[in-house]
């Protein structure tokens, strides 16, 4: 009975064709792979204790910029996942950008933030 309520004879609607709707799955698409970015990134903190290391917002250590953020004896892609002080500064600025393109996101699309 709940089925027959739902169903239509036509099937659901189609998006309309208009270039926006468009430009609409293409940024949500973003948003949600910089959404899983910065889930992910989370995850590395968590994994590292990283959250351990500095407990200070914004700045870490008085310093907009860690002082070891690079390890001399890391490769660059290693750095980025196990350097306590880099996941914790790429999750820190990150989730800060992910909230800005989210709001600009928002306005938009007129929806009230």
Known sequence: MVDDIFKSE???????DHKLVNVLKKKSMAMAAFTFFVAMSGAF????DAGLIYNTYPMMADRWFPSD?????????????ENGTAVQFN???GIKYHI?????TMKFLNFNI
């Open 100 to 104: 800005l393109t989210r709001n600009i």
């Open 45 to 48: 903190v968590a994994g590292n």
């Open 91 to 93: 999750h820190r600025h």
């Open 10 to 16: 036509k099937g659901a609607p189609a998006l309309p």
């Open 69 to 81: 953020y690079f390890h001399p004896y890391m490769n660059p892609i290693q750095n980025l996942f």
